[in-house]
């Protein structure tokens, strides 16, 4: 009688070898694929420049939203709280940096981006949130400080990072008004939700306390802190598991599904402003993020002050379609804001509308270049 036991045995430990084999080898490919990406992605972030040229360019805009960029309201060094407004820029100078460009901010006694002299008694003022602070650029090349430069207006530059209309109006109440000429407010999708908001909780906004404002802090100065090889493959999959939870990026992933309302809360904003607008000139733009710009709020902004039984100051409110005059280059590559060239732009649009007001008595000072 043969014995086969020793051969069924040799093929049993081959097959096992194999299989062993398939699997270390399996996972060694999915070690190099990660790795590869990792080492990948690092070196976009340390060449931005290069990253226009990939086909995952929105991957790399993500991973750098959700785990690299630099958030201003969120550093203890760049921020003070605020009981109305939530939290305020701090007064002092200091240098804001990202990936793609480092910025010195001087921060006024206000808690905005401007000087101490733009304090008094300014001629125009200029309300929004990063895009019209001007994040990513210097402080004289902001649309503001541009539209100053050109128009010999004193011009406060009083937007704020993430703040939506209600806000912005209220940064706006504590201004010097007695000599404002022109409201200039830049607009941004997400400022709906926080006006909405204030529409339902009866005209009141509901400010977060000093607790929750230095929790915000401590929370985002930990996950900064987690520097680690392999960060961004667990960045990008947490992402596909689960929908990120920053505003920066809810306001392009979600869009705005009621432009309608949405128009029609800002309009509500204006008049429940706590300063007398009758006799100022209210020029309104929006930006959004990485030039998701279009026709639609403005376009009903402007429809509903016209058919609309609104007073005369709201009726002569002067828009600017942001979505004609801009386009990619005028962006950053990774981070979402507009650039310097944006800013020029957008300041070139508005000295058009503002010449193009009916003359008042005060702007025989001002000189138009």
Request: aromatic share 12%; glycine share 6%; proline share 2%.
């Amino acid at each position: 009688m043969i014995n086969t036991k020793p051969t069924i045995k040799f093929h049993f430990v081959t097959k096992h070898r194999k299989i062993i084999k398939v699997i270390a080898i399996n996972f060694a490919l999915i070690a190099l694929i990660l790795v590869t990406t990792e080492v990948f992605v690092t070196l976009c972030f340390a060449f931005p420049s290069v990253c226009k040229y990939t086909p995952v360019l929105k991957v790399l805009r993500v991973l750098y939203l959700r785990g690299v960029r630099n958030v201003i309201q969120f550093i203890p060094e760049y921020t003070k709280y605020d009981k109305d407004l939530f939290y305020t820029l701090k007064p002092g100078s200091f240098e804001f940096y990202n990936l793609e460009f480092k910025t010195n901010y001087y921060v006024n006694q206000l808690g905005t981006r401007d000087d101490e002299n733009s304090l008094i008694s300014p001629d125009a003022v200029v309300i929004g949130d990063s895009f019209a602070m001007g994040w990513g650029v210097q402080q004289d090349e902001t649309f503001a400080q541009v539209i100053e430069h050109k128009s010999n207006l004193k011009v406060l530059n009083a937007a704020v990072s993430s703040y939506g209309t209600i806000r912005e109006m209220g940064m706006l109440a504590r201004v010097d008004t007695s000599a404002l000429r022109y409201l200039i407010i830049q607009y941004s999708d997400n400022d709906f939700n926080e006006n909405k908001a204030f529409l339902g909780n009866e005209g009141a906004f509901f400010a977060y306390g000093n607790k929750m404002f230095h929790h915000s802090l401590k929370l985002y100065s930990q996950r900064k802190k987690r520097h680690y090889f392999g960060k961004y493959i667990h960045t990008m999959i947490s992402g596909l598991v689960g929908k990120c939870s920053y505003d920066e990026t809810a306001k392009f992933e979600e869009g705005c599904t009621a432009k309608i309302e949405e128009a029609e809360a800002f309009i509500n904003m204006l008049m429940k402003s706590q300063v007398n607008l009758q006799d100022v000139e209210i020029i309104i733009t929006e930006l959004n993020s990485y030039g998701n710009n279009d026709s639609d709020f403005v376009g009903n902004l402007n429809r509903i002050v016209k058919s609309g039984n609104y007073p005369e100051y709201i009726k002569n409110i002067r828009v600017i379609d942001s979505s004609k005059i801009l386009n990619k280059k005028h962006y950053f590559i990774l981070d979402d804001h507009i650039n310097k060239e944006g800013h020029e732009v957008i300041a070139g649009e508005i000295l058009k509308v503002m010449q193009n007001y009916k003359p008042n008595s005060r702007d025989s000072k001002y000189s138009w270049e």
